[in-house]
């Protein structure tokens, strides 16, 4: 494990009966040789004690913001900087609601806004409290952002009900997390450079062509590079997305400005990987001022973009470049097509259109190399990112 010796763990506690797991959990690790310091929520405090968590790590038990016995110098930055990794299980869904909107009213909050560490969340919950649109658009922004997600499993609660929401089994949390810290720096020292969104190319000062690409996928990338340890550089179309932690971000707007910026950031790249869903076409000639309705049809003339992927690799022949191919037909032939064309190194395609990849959440796809392939099938885009970048990085080892 490419952590300090030995490795050090802050597990989080919120409020829930699933809060009995977390003294296994916390067991577990201190057994496995790491250094444990429990991080309890009030309402946590109501279903097991601190004295518990403190007999099991030899640690006190922190939970108090305003601690003058540890605030005089600033303890709970000092605290957020300490762990290799922060595992909070369970996560309430209130607490989920919290790192979402990103507010700090306790210490667990406030150490989660401050840190840069992975994080990792094992949400328990009522069935129903799981299924709620609030609760799932919470989550789906907390894995935008690079938070790992652990579980929840099905089946009977303590409620009486059964569905989806119980806490994964401490066995699962431990396995999960100490297999993504395993594998989680072996892009140490790699700058990456991910491009995503889509393009605008304007026709007059309040008009552009675009497409349905929400730079998702692309944004999920870039979380899951960082968390194995890469320096990335996003170079962005306009997108509503937050910038994922610890990735340097770049807007552009239109195909000609991202190529302009690619070309710059890639000369001082090891790894070039294009989610980006650049428009083929612009107007050749940009209206001065609005255009204004007149007869029943209107004629506009496009020239062709530049090919971003092909000129970076004529640009950087040594570099590590992977396309992405969106396709409505022929995918594994145009996927193939484009890895030779573009002299590229990996090719990741994905079906769109009817509901798929664009304006979703989850996406799945197919990569082809050189000699070779597999597929990811469908999950949740962060999930998908993450198992992406685990093949890059290990075809990024292999590359003579």
């Given at each position: 494990m490419n952590l300090s010796s030995p490795p050090k763990l802050l597990l989080g506690v919120t409020g829930g009966i699933a809060a009995y797991k977390a003294a296994e959990l916390a067991r577990m690790f201190v057994k496995a040789g790491w250094q444990v310091q429990v991080v309890m929520t009030a309402h946590a405090a109501e279903f097991v004690t601190p004295l518990t968590f403190q007999a099991l790590t030899g640690r006190e038990t922190r939970g108090a913001l305003f601690d003058s016995a540890h605030e005089a110098a600033m303890g709970h930055i000092e605290l957020a900087r300490w762990p290799d990794a922060i595992v909070i299980a369970p996560a309430s869904a209130n607490t989920l609601a919290k790192l979402a909107q990103g507010r700090a009213d306790d210490l667990l909050s406030?150490?989660?806004?401050?840190?840069?560490?992975?994080?990792?969340?094992?949400?328990?919950?009522?069935?129903?409290?799981?299924?709620?649109?609030?609760?799932?658009?919470n989550m789906a922004t907390l894995r935008r952002r690079g938070i790992t997600q652990l579980g929840p499993g099905s089946g009977a609660q303590a409620c009486g009900e059964v569905g989806e929401g119980r806490m994964w089994e401490p066995e699962q949390v431990f396995d999960a997390v100490c297999a993504a810290?395993?594998?989680?720096?072996?892009?140490?020292?790699?700058?990456?450079?991910?491009?995503?969104?889509?393009?605008?190319?304007?026709?007059?000062?309040v008009r552009f062509i675009t497409n349905r690409s929400s730079g998702k996928q692309g944004y999920a990338v870039a979380a899951a590079l960082v968390a194995r340890g890469a320096k990335v550089t996003l170079i962005s179309g306009p997108t509503n997305l937050p910038t994922p932690q610890g990735v340097l971000r770049i807007d552009v707007e239109s195909a000609e400005q991202m190529l302009g910026m690619s070309l710059a950031v890639a000369a001082e790249a090891q790894l070039f990987i294009g989610t980006a869903a650049v428009a083929d076409y612009r107007a050749s000639t940009i209206a001065p001022e609005k255009l204004k309705k007149s007869g029943e049809t209107m004629t506009v003339t496009f020239s062709k973009n530049p090919d971003i992927l092909a000129t970076v690799r004529d640009a950087q022949p040594r570099l590590f470049m992977v396309g992405f191919a969106a396709e409505t037909e022929n995918l594994a032939d145009n996927a193939r097509a484009k890895l030779a064309r573009k002299k590229l190194d990996l090719v990741a395609a994905n079906w769109v259109g009817e509901g798929k990849a664009f304006d979703t959440d989850d996406n799945a796809l197919q990569l082809f190399w050189d000699g070779g392939g597999t597929e990811i099938p469908r999950a949740a885009k962060a999930i998908v990112a993450e198992r992406l970048v685990a093949v890059i990085a290990e075809r990024y080892r292999?590359?003579?």
């Open positions: 406030t150490l989660c806004l401050a840190t840069d560490k992975p994080l990792f969340v094992a949400p328990a919950m009522n069935r129903l409290m799981w299924a709620n649109a609030a609760t799932q658009e810290l395993d594998s989680a720096r072996d892009l140490d020292g790699v700058h990456a450079v991910v491009t995503a969104g889509p393009t605008r190319e304007p026709l007059d000062p292999l590359r003579p």
